[in-house]
């Protein structure tokens, strides 16, 4: 059967004017902050979209396209309408269907053809949009762009279901694809040095996501070893984003781990790897962790001195040089840092002052991150001696974990039951106490 040649979309190229891919790339995120979406847009994205690879885009893009272009609808902008897109899921509905979820944009099919088709990526399945059983490839075998711009979908995919669910119920599911982008990298060939990097990237990317979301659900020996073969395949590239990425996360892990030593170093050899990639942004996150590693070492002079610095980096702005995987990274998350810099060093009163702004400033459209920064308020706040706020707060916390399911919270929530016991008999506290219970053993 032949198949359809993709169709230029001059329409989209012609709204791009004089501006490079990558510039036109920080504009769509820089429109999607404005409305609360968010989206990992590069310039390999606005590549695929210009090629007419993308024949539709996803909601959130769309959402994010007509905001910048108000006035003009999809094929305005050179799409195809997306009933006639979907057109052909409705014939593949027809068939039994499988019990996860899969979207039905053009960029979901690249995912879908990579991971559930013939040749070195095949799958059996999918999870909510992840492959879940994927062969190893055979030996000799090669892979392209659909294999490339499979694995960089699903770490797409695994950072948006995570800032909308959390981690515990990914963590499997998001291994399987982790598994098939290292061997296509073991057992598969590119024709093109380009593609190969590519796919390291990629690979590398893809184990960071899938350790965070073990980082995030308690599994922190899992963590650490996604973390270290992310920086082993970040060295053997020579990928420096990558690497300064593995050692943000590594110090990530060693602070909660109580290694604050560790924590340090690991921010510090991030800087060093960072500092030529022109983005001050990834800088600032760096900085902020080494600054949770002084807390944790009690050296409050030093974090200080840290804080210091990564709010002047932050106040440089973002960049287009700024990794996509940062897009988490605003004001909410530098005042998120800094409060548990605080709490560290045990000043509960200035920690909580900095929770209760990254919870004010925090987007409700990404649930996890204001779930985990109401959970750190009440935790802060019940240490501070304000227990009938702390209980408040984690109330809105208990309000929110039907769709959030995150260790981390839960753990946060149980500290601050504890903290709260002996306060008991204050009605807010009781509440709180009776249906964090009633959750716990339900």
């Known amino acids: 059967m032949a198949t359809s040649r993709a169709v230029p979309n001059l329409a989209f190229r012609g709204l791009r004017g004089s501006r490079s891919p990558g510039e036109f790339a920080a504009a769509v995120r820089r429109a999607a902050r404005e409305i609360g979406e968010q989206v990992a847009c590069d310039a390999r994205y606005i590549g695929r979209v210009e090629s007419g690879e993308i024949r539709c885009p996803n909601y959130a893009y769309e959402r994010v396209f007509l905001h910048m272009f108000p006035g003009l609808c999809l094929t305005d902008l050179g799409f195809t309408a997306r009933e006639q897109v979907r057109g052909r899921g409705a014939r593949a509905a027809a068939a039994p269907a499988p019990q ?23 799958a059996a399945a999918v999870s909510l949009g992840l492959g879940a059983t994927v062969p190893t490839p055979r030996a000799g075998g090669r ?16 950072r948006l279901l995570d800032d909308r669910h959390g981690a515990d119920r990914l963590y499997r599911q998001a291994t399987e694809p982790l598994r098939t982008a290292y061997a296509l990298l073991d057992s598969g060939t590119a024709a093109r040095r ?14 960071l996501s899938v350790g965070w979301l073990a980082h995030d659900s308690g599994r922190w020996e899992d963590a650490r070893s996604h973390y270290a073969e992310a920086l082993a395949t970040a060295r053997v590239a020579g990928d420096s984003a990558l ?14 781990g109580g290694r604050h030593r560790e924590a340090v170093r690991a921010a510090q050899a991030g800087q060093r790897a960072a500092r030529h990639l022109s983005s001050p942004r990834l800088l600032a996150l760096l900085t902020l ?83 985990l920064y109401r959970a750190h308020l009440a935790a802060d706040l019940a240490r501070a001696g304000r227990p009938d706020e702390a209980a408040a707060n984690a109330g809105l916390v208990l309000d929110l974990l039907d769709e959030v399911h995150s260790s981390r919270i839960r753990a946060l929530l149980a ?9 008991a008999r204050e009605a807010a506290v009781a509440d709180f106490l009776d249906r964090r219970t009633a959750l716990v053993t339900a």
């Open 243 to 256: 690497e300064a990425h593995a050692f943000s996360n590594t110090s990530f892990l060693a602070r909660d």
């Open 415 to 423: 500290r601050t039951a504890r903290l709260l016991a002996p306060h």
């Open 100 to 122: 996860h979820t899969i979207r039905n944009d053009e960029e979901s099919d690249v995912l879908r053809r990579a991971f559930m088709t013939g040749g070195t990526a095949t």
């Open 289 to 371: 962790r080494e600054a949770g590693g002084w807390a944790g070492l009690g050296d409050r002079t030093a974090c200080e001195e840290a804080l210091g610095r990564a709010h002047t980096l932050f106040g440089h702005g973002p960049g287009d040089a700024d990794p996509e995987w940062m897009s988490f990274f605003g004001e909410p998350e530098l005042e998120a840092l800094e409060s548990q810099c605080w709490s560290a060093l045990g000043d509960w009163p200035r920690a909580a002052r900095h929770a209760r702004r990254a919870a004010l400033l925090q987007d409700p459209h990404f649930t996890r991150n204001l779930a």
């Open 194 to 207: 380009s593609t190969t990097d590519r796919m390291h990237a990629g690979a590398g990317e893809l184990s």
């Open 143 to 158: 892979f392209g762009e659909t294999e490339v711009a499979a694995v960089e979908e699903a770490v797409r995919r695994i």
